[in-house]
């Protein structure tokens, strides 16, 4: 089993900047890829962006330069960078690690992008 630890998260300013990170215990030596999804009230999730073990990377279209996920191996750590954060990135945060024979989720955190 991994267990995921989200940190950061909470109310923010349009146009600031905030990051979140996400650390994974347990099972570690079985996961590939890390990243995060979202959901926003009313909306299906969505990817954020991904990184795998090797450091390749994934964002989703709406990212459009604004974020950037980067990985510490060492520490089993994955942090995703927002900046010029807008009102409609408002949602709930959700670290995601795949493993060899399963996906593990975090519980999410709160991101709020006031206007």
């Known amino acids: 089993q991994v267990q995921l630890v989200e940190s950061g998260g909470g109310l923010v300013q349009a146009g600031g900047s905030q990051r979140l990170s996400c650390a994974a215990s347990?099972?570690?030596?079985?996961?590939?890829?890390m990243g995060w999804y979202r959901q926003a009230p009313g909306k299906q999730r969505e990817l954020v962006a991904v990184?795998?073990?090797?450091?390749?990377?994934n964002y989703g279209d709406f990212v459009k330069g604004r974020f950037t996920i980067s990985r510490d191996n060492f520490k089993n750590t994955v942090y995703l960078q927002m900046n010029s954060l807008k009102p409609e990135d408002t949602a709930v945060y959700s670290c995601?690690?795949?493993?060899?024979?399963?996906?593990?989720w975090g519980q999410g955190t709160q991101v709020t992008v006031s206007s």
């Open positions: 995601i690690a795949v493993a060899t024979m399963a996906t593990f």
């Open positions: 990184i795998t073990r090797g450091g390749s990377t």
């Open positions: 347990g099972g570690i030596f079985s996961i590939n890829s």
